[in-house]
């Protein structure tokens, strides 16, 4: 099998392609790469800690490499610090170039991440993609996947809705016109359980912020860990 990176963002879609692609069994998925926050230290857009980051990875039994990037980040910054990170797993599995995606159906993002990756030798894979939300959620949940919605773009869907587990029960009480998976940015998931991982993850819910009077961050962290947080 060619080996691959897997563009890890610790949620539900990140977490179903690892096991669709182990399925599969056309890539050999060697490592996780996330981008990182630095200051917050939390999984970009997700706002995952990174110790929980670290306890699915674990699970997975793939090493995580951070791509990490600063709080105010255009998209320059961005790409050249997961280019790094693609550098760094080169110079760890020499002669790696491949790389999946969890990315559903947004065309746009595809190209970008085509362009982006190719301008630096990098092969693109994208396992989920093109597939029916609605029946991939359903797909998701019946195969085992656990997850809990982390962060909610209130512009897009009520802030009562974080925490949630991601199941038949949220699924038949979203609002129309939100995407079954949230693949429009309405929300995103911490995926703590799966085929794809050896053990559930123990997580406990922390405090719920709301950033930029926008997204409401609900903190999941560890079992045990302190809750407070700053994210």
């Known amino acids: 099998m060619t080996p691959a990176l897997l563009s890890w963002s610790g949620g539900k879609d990140a977490a179903w392609a690892l ?10 998925v060697v490592g996780l790469v996330t981008t990182v926050t630095e200051g917050v230290e939390r999984v970009s857009m997700q706002g995952i800690r990174v110790d929980v980051l670290e306890q699915q ?7 995580v490499l951070q791509a990490r990037i600063p709080q105010a980040c255009d998209n320059a910054t961005y790409e050249a610090a997961f280019a790094a990170a693609l550098r760094t797993a ?3 599995w020499p ?17 970008w991440r085509d362009a982006s990756c190719a301008r630096i030798g990098w092969r693109t894979h994208y396992p989920l993609f093109g597939s029916d939300t609605a029946s991939l959620a359903r797909e998701m949940i019946a195969g085992g996947l656990r997850a809990s919605l982390c962060c909610i773009d209130t512009t ?12 038949d029960v949220l699924l038949a009480g979203l609002p129309p016109g939100i995407d079954p998976c ?15 991982f050896a053990a559930p993850l123990d997580l406990q819910r922390g405090e719920t912020v709301l950033r930029d ?15 407070t947080t700053t994210h």
Do not use: K, N
Request: proline share 3%; aromatic share 12%.
């Open 57 to 63: 990875a674990r699970a997975t039994g793939l090493p």
């Open 213 to 227: 009077d926008r997204f409401a961050y609900v903190d999941f962290a560890l079992r045990g860990a302190s809750t």
């Open 156 to 167: 897009r869907l009520d802030a009562r809705f974080a925490g949630s587990d991601f199941d």
């Open 90 to 92: 080169q110079d760890r």
């Open 95 to 111: 002669g790696l170039r491949d790389i999946a995606f969890g990315d559903l159906f947004l065309a746009d993002i595809r190209a």
């Open 182 to 196: 949230g693949e429009h940015g309405e929300f995103h998931t911490c995926a703590w359980a799966g085929p794809m």
């Open 19 to 28: 096991h669709r692609l182990r399925q599969r069994g056309e890539l050999d």
